[in-house]
């Protein structure tokens, strides 16, 4: 069994997935762990929808690819990504991005090869499980605390799902048509969508799933007062 610190240094995300769905056991034995995340005032304000039927997947991938293809940006509950990036996050971005790029030899110009790759999260990197997190909209309206917690809870799901060989991929691709994913799964109003997560079985010969961007040292990100 992996220590704590040696999932957290195992986890990366993967791009691509055999087409096989995680057992509702071993989804069950994640969430159940996830549960314990912690949230302010115990408010627990993560709702998922976790769902491994192939059909509905492809309709919510082709309900967000159709979307993007009539020009539309986003259609979505919150905004994931700062509207001006700003250094050294905008620096970071364009690094991360064409790192994977480049180890996928995709030229920095080819847009059509770029935009099928992003449409890939829509085809959930041929996984068969997604877990689709939402929230009540009243926990976010006026206020970013519940974010919090469900990105915690976020982070719960994907080192839980490496005690079962289960690989993931978190996604704000999703965030981004949140709308377009709450429409065809018919949710209630009160609920906003934050994030997907893909999880499955990982491709061992995919290339992408060797890309294990770094980070950044800790001096740039830690300051100790002692
Ligand atoms: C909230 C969140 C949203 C993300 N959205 C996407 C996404 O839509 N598609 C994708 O391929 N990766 C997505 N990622 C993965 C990041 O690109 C990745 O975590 C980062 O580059 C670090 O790489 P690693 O996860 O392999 O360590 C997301 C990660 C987070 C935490």
Redesign the pocket.
């Known amino acids: 069994m992996p220590t704590v610190i040696e999932a957290l240094k195992n986890?990366?995300?993967k791009?691509a997935y055999l087409p096989k769905p995680v057992p509702r056991e071993i989804q069950e034995k994640i969430f159940n762990a996830a549960a314990m995340t912690p949230s302010g005032a115990n408010m627990q304000p993560w709702k998922v929808l976790a769902i491994s039927n192939v059909d509905t997947l492809t309709k919510i991938g082709d309900a967000i690819i159709s979307k993007m293809n009539e020009g539309v940006v986003h259609d979505q509950f919150i905004q994931?990504y700062p509207v001006k990036w700003v250094n050294p996050y905008k620096k970071r971005r364009i690094v991360?991005g064409s790192g994977l790029y480049k180890l996928m030899e995709v030229d920095r110009k080819d847009d059509e090869t770029r935009k099928q790759m992003w449409h890939d999260?829509f085809r959930w990197f041929g996984a068969q499980t997604v877990f689709f997190v939402f929230t009540d909209k009243a926990n976010i309206d006026e206020a970013q605390g519940a974010l919090i917690d469900c990105?915690a809870y976020?982070q719960s799901i994907m080192l839980a799902a490496q005690e079962f060989g289960i690989d993931t991929?978190?996604?704000?691709?999703?965030t981004e048509f949140g709308k377009v994913v709450a429409e065809v799964l018919e949710t209630p109003d009160n609920l906003a969508l934050l994030?997907s997560v893909v999880l499955g079985y990982e491709d061992k010969e995919a290339k992408i799933n060797t890309?294990?961007?770094a980070r950044v040292s800790l001096e740039e990100s830690v300051t100790f007062i002692d």
Request: net charge positive; proline share 11%.
């Open positions: 986890r990366s995300s791009r994931y991360t999260n990105g976020m991929c978190p996604q704000g691709s999703t994030y890309y294990q961007p």
